[in-house]
């Protein structure tokens, strides 16, 4: 028995074992890369409607909407279904790799959950502080003035600070600009209150009462709060869309075909 081992070529015996390991790895890798020719049209689509749904969260639309749970409620729904969540009952959101699907999923949750209590917050507890001191300086509030230029306000201006500014600039270069500011947009529920000069108790400049409302909405922590978690969930979207830009041109990178091949070979 000594002797046989000791004549078996194994340095031949290990090129052999080897060299067969290798065809057996690139079989596999040839079989993965085959299917995921056949794949890159479906995932393209995917990626490019996931691509699209989040530039529309990480921006607020021309009618000064922020997209929540409740925007995605369906006639006889027991409960929202958003579009992340439609692919995963549908079982699209699989086709994708498991941790980007998991983070994707979370991402839009995220969003549309702290979205949804920034817009209760500022229902419950903002609004009606703003109301509180709009009617000690303002008359008239429902109505706005005929051949008057104003700026139209709601929550999504008080999340950014350059456009709080801007607005303050302008209506202090000209006081006969005005502000429409929305208090309320529930369903078919609005309330909206008109700044301008003229309409002011005590004959205030509409900058003034601009900048009375800006620090009312300064003190209110709560919304703060939830702003600054929004504005955590908004920046993981578009870090998101910048990745998803990328799998758009390239829906299957090489490393990520000849990792998968590596697990599959060798066990998960």
Not at 67 to 78: C, K, T
Not at 157 to 175: C, P, Q, R, W, Y
Not at 241 to 250: A, G, P, S, T, V
């Amino acid at each position: 028995m000594e002797e046989l081992v000791r004549s078996l070529d194994w340095s031949g015996l290990l090129k052999g074992i080897g060299g067969l390991l290798i065809s057996f790895f690139v079989f596999f890798l040839g079989v993965r890369i085959a299917k995921q020719r056949a794949d890159r049209a479906t995932l393209r689509n995917i990626y490019s409607e996931i691509y699209s749904h989040f530039g529309l969260l990480a921006a607020p639309s021309s009618s000064h909407r922020l997209l929540d749970w409740d925007s995605y409620w369906r006639p006889g729904a027991d409960r929202p279904t958003s579009p992340i969540t439609q692919m995963e009952e549908s079982g699209s959101l699989h086709s994708l790799p498991t941790r980007l699907a998991r983070r994707i999923l979370r991402a839009e949750h995220d969003c549309l959950d702290s979205t949804y209590r920034l817009k209760k917050c500022w229902t419950n507890e903002v609004a009606p502080a703003l109301r509180t001191v709009l009617e000690s300086l303002v008359s008239t509030p429902a109505k706005g003035m005929s051949g008057r230029s104003q700026f139209p306000v709601s929550l999504v201006t008080f999340l950014s600070s350059e456009a709080i500014e801007n607005i303050g600039e302008k209506l202090i270069a000209d006081n006969r600009l005005g502000v429409a500011i929305e208090l309320l947009a529930e369903g078919n529920r609005t309330e909206q209150w008109y700044l301008f000069s003229e309409k002011t108790l005590a004959k205030q400049t509409t900058a003034y009462v601009w900048q009375a409302t800006c620090d009312v909405v300064a003190e209110q922590t709560a919304f703060l709060s939830q702003k600054s978690q929004l504005e955590s969930a908004l920046e993981e979207v578009k870090q998101l869309r910048l990745l998803l830009k990328r799998r758009i041109h390239e829906p299957q990178p090489f490393w990520e075909t000849l990792s998968d091949t590596v697990a599959d070979v060798f066990g998960r």
